[in-house]
């Protein structure tokens, strides 16, 4: 077996310090976002951060930054790797390290494997 189930999941963020209207109508539309978190690999943990159709981060475990790579499911028990994240201009960093945390933890985390 490999690294544990982990479904794709979305999160929906609304932008509160915009906000400046009664709450309701397109305005408020546009100060929501709904990004969606993808894994993808099996062996080596990857993740997109998806708005709409175009990905705006990649978090990654990180080939580069880590003493060892642990490429059994078994062995994952404890192991806090390096991740590389690459993000898109103009989106938050803040934000997608956050996301980052969340997914990393739910597949690293210590209730994991």
């Keep these: 077996m490999f690294a544990p ?7 929906r963020l ?3 310090a915009a906000v400046d209207g009664d709450g ?5 539309e546009k100060k929501e976002v709904t990004l969606v978190v993808e894994r993808h690999g099996r ?12 990905r705006v981060a990649e ?4 080939v580069r930054h880590n003493d060892k790579l642990v490429l059994r499911a078994g062995s994952r028990r404890g192991y806090r ?7 898109t201009s103009g989106v938050d960093v803040a ?3 956050a996301i980052a945390v969340i997914a ?10």
């Design 5 to 11: 189930a982990f479904e794709n999941f979305s999160l």
């Design 14 to 16: 609304r932008n509160a």
């Design 24 to 28: 309701k109508g397109e305005e408020e």
């Design 43 to 54: 062996v080596l943990q990857s993740f997109d951060v998806i708005d709409g159709d175009r």
């Design 59 to 62: 978090v990654c475990e990180s």
């Design 81 to 87: 790797p390096a991740m590389d994240i690459v993000v």
């Design 95 to 97: 934000l997608i390290v």
């Design 104 to 113: 990393s933890d739910s597949v690293f985390g210590s209730s994991s494997g």
